[in-house]
């Protein structure tokens, strides 16, 4: 059986919002990565930023089943400052060699979705099996529901779709 993982950071809610839309329709289980320093606060959103801009390694703390149990797992995380946000980098660099199959959705304000996948794919040394991309706008007007429980259609065995692909969010 191909089982599939759900494995998210959310800073907003915004992409745990989406995540648990995911999970829901195909009754897959939700893991979540946790800062381990609360980002509260201005301060927390200046982390944000130089997370993502020096490529930082934040410290996290993941809740949910583990990810080695499951032959797929769907990463779920917002782009900051056009980089993917520095705790799903933790989470992918300390997982990377237990990470069999990775599907990627980047949830964002407008771009940024090709710097993150490029860096999942060189920290893992291999792209993703499929990705796409979501912008905010999309998430809170539910625009972009049909893509996505279609983007988790095509993880499911037997899917004639199950292949590397990348579709970037349409501009907004």
Avoid: K
Wanted: proline residues 6%; aromatic residues 8%.
């Amino acid at each position: 059986m191909d089982s599939i993982l759900v494995v998210c950071y959310s800073y907003t809610g915004t992409t745990r919002r989406l995540a648990q839309l995911l999970c829901s329709h195909h009754g897959w289980p939700l893991g979540e990565i946790l800062d381990e320093r609360p980002r509260a606060g201005a301060g927390g959103t200046w982390r944000c930023f130089l997370d993502s801009m020096l490529r930082r390694h934040p410290e996290i703390r993941y809740q949910g089943p583990d990810p080695d149990d499951f032959h797929t797992v769907v990463l779920m995380s917002p782009i900051w400052v056009y980089r993917l946000a520095g705790p799903m980098r933790s989470f992918i660099t300390t997982r990377r060699d237990t990470l069999r199959r990775v599907a990627v959705i980047s949830t964002m304000g407008s771009a940024g979705a090709s710097n993150a996948l490029a860096e999942i794919a060189h920290v893992l040394g291999r792209p993703p099996i499929l990705s796409d991309a979501f912008t905010t706008r999309e998430i809170e007007d539910g625009s972009g529901t049909a893509r996505l429980l279609a983007f988790g259609d095509r993880l499911l065995p037997g899917s004639a779709q199950r292949q590397a692909t990348f579709r970037p969010a349409s501009a907004t």
